[in-house]
């Protein structure tokens, strides 16, 4: 079978940083992507790897490890408004399998 | 205004009730998509469409039928709904999947509840 594995929740400190593992089993591999999903909105894209290797985006940075089956998205400087789920998600032979969410609740 | 939207927003239903959710975009992409989102699951593919006429099932399309009359539209029916058809439904567009990111960009979402 298909699988992405996510924590289910993780809480951080205004300010610092905190990494999102995501781990896959997937019959293919075409690329991953993160996307944010804000409480009761429609997720948005943040990121997208298909090479090994790390990606930087401002204060958020992905990680893959194709080897592996691995990837982490990277949060720094965390500000309040990034309190959301962050969604993991491989597209396996042109479709995308969906990890549930990692819920990041941040504290002042 | 949103590129993709999503009509209605909300909406209380009984069960055995026709739906009809209706998704449209502003994209000029080929293809949309229809999932549904449960807590603790994630997003799960109901229907797919590559282009007008087409349709594909997705993991979860029992239950469900979508239409793609035109290529700015996109809308998914449930015949006759049941209580755990309550959820989160999303439509989305893309352009290629693999073209540069193959980014997905969803509509707000529509939260249907079956009594």
Known sequence: GQNIDQPTEMTATEGAIVQINCTYQ?????????YQQHAGEAPTFLSYNVLDGLEEKG????????SKGY?????????????????????????????????????? | DADVT???????????????????QTKGHDRMYWYRQDPGLGLRLIYYSFDVKDINKGEI???????????????????????????LYFCATGDRLTSN??????????RLTVL
């Open chain 2, 61 to 87: 399309s029992d239950g469900y039928s979508v239409s793609r009359q035109a290529q700015a539209k996109f809308s998914l029916s449930l015949e006759s709904a049941i209580p755990n058809q309550t959820a």
């Open chain 1, 71 to 108: 990837s982490y998205l990277l949060l720094k400087e965390l500000q309040m408004k990034d309190s959301a789920s962050y969604l993991c998600a491989v597209d396996s032979n042109y479709q995308l399998i969906w990890g549930a969410g990692t819920k990041l609740i941040i504290k002042p």
């Open chain 1, 26 to 34: 997937t019959s293919g591999f075409n690329g991953l992507f993160w």
């Open chain 1, 59 to 66: 204060r958020f940075s992905s990680f893959l490890s194709r």
């Open chain 2, 101 to 110: 990111t193959g980014e997905l960009f969803f509509g707000e979402g529509s």
């Open chain 2, 6 to 24: 999503q009509t209605p927003r909300n909406r209380i239903t009984k069960t055995g009730k026709r739906i009809m959710l209706e998704c449209s």
